[in-house]
């Protein structure tokens, strides 16, 4: 069964504007790791947070990992229309696999 | 990008008839997966692969079998198709070492009618 939730399953928001979008998952992690996908495109990754540590950013991203609440957000600031995507949450507890979620669908409008 | 190549990028193909997708990486990494993706769903993990002849099964395996006769190559096959396998099927590679990512292919859109 699927390991993580994305929540909200859409958002629309206005360019400029910061995207969060939070993920939670239901057993012990080993890394969680944040992925886009573009319409019609393969996942790529954005970032990974190990289980060990709290925050992390790159260049617009940030995201944050609780492992007590077993959840996770990831925040886009300053959004651009090249942001809109889909956007997964995986999560890798064992053996080099990952669980999806079912993700959030971010619309950049300009 | 890293080299991941799927083939057919589309199929439309008749029920009962088999299928087989391939996934060709340029990238000499040992864990090769295979996804498929529906809506309301994510990607959920077919069936993965970590090493030459040594593969696995995932969350969704029935109806699905794979091989892996060379590092670069996996291949998906559905013996005898059915509509509830209409999906989009992605490839992904990985190092199998702690604390790295997959990198995914493009995808192949598979309907089966």
């Known amino acids: 069964s699927q390991q993580g939730e994305e929540d909200p399953q859409a958002l629309s928001i206005q360019e400029g504007e910061n995207a969060t979008m939070n993920c939670s998952y239901k057993t012990s992690i080993n890394n969680l790791q944040w992925y886009r996908q573009n319409s019609g495109r393969g996942l790529v990754h954005l970032i990974l947070?190990?289980?060990?540590?709290r925050e992390k950013h790159s260049g617009r991203l940030r995201v944050t990992l609780d492992t007590s609440k077993k959840s996770s957000s990831l925040l886009i600031t300053a959004s651009r229309a090249a942001d809109t995507a889909s956007y997964f949450c995986?999560?890798?507890?064992?053996?080099?696999?990952?669980?999806f979620g079912a993700g959030t669908t971010v619309t950049v409008r300009a | 990008d890293a080299g991941i190549t799927q083939s057919p990028r589309h199929k439309v193909t008749e029920t009962g008839t088999p299928v087989t997708l391939r996934c060709h990486q340029t990238?000499?990494?040992?864990?090769m997966y295979w996804y498929r993706q529906d809506p309301g769903h994510g990607l959920r993990l077919i069936h993965y692969?970590?090493?030459?002849?040594?593969?696995d099964k995932g969350e969704v395996s029935d109806g699905y079998s794979v091989s892996r006769s060379k590092t670069e190559d996996f291949l998906l096959t559905l013996e005898s198709a059915t509509s509830s396998q209409t999906s989009v099927y992605f490839c992904?590679?990985?190092?199998?070492?702690?604390?790295?990512?997959?990198?995914f292919g493009d995808g192949t859109r598979l309907s089966i009618l």
């Open positions: 692969s970590y090493g030459v002849k040594d593969t």
């Open positions: 995986a999560t890798e507890f064992n053996d080099y696999k990952l669980s």
């Open positions: 992904a590679i990985g190092q199998g070492e702690q604390d790295q990512p997959q990198h």
């Open positions: 990238e000499n990494h040992r864990y």
């Open positions: 947070i190990r289980s060990n540590e």
